[in-house]
């Protein structure tokens, strides 16, 4: 059955037809302009990159600092050693209680967003990979969630850290922001994301690493962005 689509979003389809390649400044206005729902929608980024080859086939994944968060309530919770609990506290984290957290995990009880672990941990929850990995939680070295340094890494989390990596389909997602944000927030944040993305370029890779960037909201319509060469 076809979708029908409301008098609201058939109106910003039709203003938005003839729309030619845009700035990262003139996309961001045109997308909170859109944002009338009640709501605080998100301010999302699809990206297309260059990974997918005849012969082999790269993928992308790491960690970016977002200087202004993305707006959303990220719950942490953190493994470690009993001499650890009170600095996983005091940092923010919300959940820190270890024999707790593995029970819950056990039983598919999974209430947080991020999972941070001490290496000391990493051999009592090595058995959970099969339900946090699925999940994208299992804790990793490479992107900073298996550590001795809680107290930053809570923060870093807490403040704006996220995970980026492709699907299948070398496509990312990621959310940048709320309608609430600045403009300059938006923007500062899209250029951290673009930065880090490009820093990541395999070196197989050849030509432009990201091929088309596109900016919308949680209720509105997507406008493709000029990227700078």
Do not use: H, W
Not at 9 to 38: M, Y
Not at 153 to 182: C, M, P, R, Y
Not at 203 to 226: E, P, Q, R
């Amino acid at each position: 059955m076809k979708k029908r689509l409301s008098k609201r979003f058939k109106k910003l389809i039709e203003t938005a037809k003839d729309e030619k390649l845009l700035i990262i400044d003139d996309v961001i206005s045109r997308v909170k302009n859109n944002c009338t729902t009640k709501f605080d929608e998100s301010i999302d980024v699809s990206l297309s990159l260059n990974l997918v080859k005849k012969k082999e086939e790269f993928n992308l994944r790491t960690i970016v600092n977002l200087p202004n968060g993305n707006g959303k309530k990220i719950r942490v919770a953190v493994l470690c050693e009993e001499n650890k609990i009170a600095e996983a506290e005091n940092s923010g984290a919300n959940l820190f209680d270890s024999e707790v957290l593995i029970n819950d995990i056990t039983v598919g009880k999974i209430k947080f967003d991020k999972l941070i672990a001490t290496p000391a941990m990493m051999s009592k929850i090595g058995k959970l990979g099969k339900i946090l990995g699925p999940k994208g939680l299992m804790p990793n070295p490479k992107l900073g969630t298996v550590t001795n340094n809680v107290q930053s890494t809570v923060k870093a989390l807490k403040s704006g850290q996220i995970e980026i990596k492709n699907d299948k389909d070398a496509n990312i997602g990621v959310s940048i922001g709320k309608k609430s944000f600045s403009n300059s927030k938006i923007k500062e944040n899209f250029n951290s994301l673009i930065s880090a993305i490009l820093k990541e370029k395999p070196n197989g890779v050849k030509g432009n690493f990201i091929l088309s960037a596109f900016l919308t909201s949680t209720m509105g319509i997507s406008y493709k962005l000029k990227l700078e060469k």
